[in-house]
């Protein structure tokens, strides 16, 4: 069962259905969940299991060929696939995004809905902290549609924090995939237990590991789009964009001017070369 609408379920819950209801499939052990990145420890006493990162793990892949996999559909993709077919741009002030997800229809979230409050301070904290316009191919957009949209798009984990890998090369490095029984039962055991001191709901599960880390998919570009919006930065780009196209011009002729002067040369010496042969053949042949 989810733990209050935040994406996840309690590893208590999550051991219970596979001892209990017969849900097998839901015995990952603790190291493997870690380094699939599918297992929330922001509270130690309180471990959860991240539903949209689990998913989306290769553990949940077919594999029928050695050349490809057969995995969950990755149900942010389409949220994101939105949210760029109607900016057409790769940046977005915090209002424009605010203004095209709340119409936007989830598995789990209807259309109209209102952002919840620290969502819209999330997203107005990413567009202070890029001035204004938020990249939308970045890991701070990801961490916060993970906020907006706990249920359908996955944690993004910092670079390297992770190890995903399939059970199968999980196995091979002498590693156990699976949980055994008396794990399981600790887990339900201190979860039956254990009264949590802080009740989360949606809007603490995704904030609990909020980071300001940022992993941008072109950083170059977005800073030079950046650049091209500042006050000064168009001005500063055509100078800059008509002084390199000018020297690139330049090396251009000078390359184009040196390659007909050499062909030219070697034009003019297979000429003479054919006029002597010619002349030689004549002689001969007289």
Request: contains cysteine; hydrophobic residues 35%; glycine residues 8%.
């Given at each position: ?15 219970g259905s ?5 849900q ?29 990162n ?64 620290t ?18 191919h ?6 916060w ?5 706990p ?15 399939s ?5 091979e ?6 949980a ?6 600790q ?53 800059y ?46």
């Amino acid at each position: 069962e989810e733990f209050e609408g935040s994406g996840r379920v309690r590893l208590a819950d999550f051991y219970g259905s596979a001892l209990h209801t017969g849900q097998w499939q839901f015995s990952e052990s603790v190291g493997y969940l870690r380094d699939l990145g599918a297992l929330d420890e922001s509270e130690s006493s309180n471990l959860r299991v991240i539903i949209p990162n689990y998913l989306n793990a290769p553990s949940n892949c077919i594999e029928p060929s050695a050349y490809y996999g057969v995995c969950c559909i990755d149900e942010c993709e389409e949220l994101l696939g939105h949210v760029e077919r109607q900016l057409e741009a790769s940046t977005a002030t915090p209002k424009e995004i605010a203004k095209m997800l709340v119409n936007v229809p989830s598995a789990s979230l209807a259309v109209g809905r209102e952002l919840s409050t620290t969502s819209m301070r999330r997203l107005e904290e990413l567009g202070n902290h890029y001035d204004g316009r938020i990249p939308i191919h970045g890991r701070l957009f990801a961490q916060w549609l993970h906020l907006a949209y706990p249920r359908e798009c996955p944690y993004p984990h910092v670079s390297g924090t992770i190890r995903p890998k399939s059970a199968k090369a999980w196995m091979e490095a002498g590693q156990p995939t699976t949980a055994s029984r008396e794990e399981m039962q600790q887990h339900v055991q201190a979860g039956r237990e254990m009264l949590s001191a802080r009740n989360s709901t949606d809007e603490d599960g995704g904030s609990a590991w909020w980071s300001m880390e940022e992993e941008l998919v072109d950083a170059q570009a977005h800073y030079w789009e950046m650049a091209r919006r500042a006050d000064k930065g168009p001005y500063r780009i055509t100078i800059y964009t008509f002084f390199a196209c000018t020297a690139g011009a330049a090396l251009m002729f000078s390359s184009i001017n040196g390659l007909h002067a050499m062909l030219r040369g070697y034009e003019l010496i297979s000429i003479k070369r054919l006029s002597r042969w010619a002349r030689t053949s004549l002689k001969h042949s007289m």
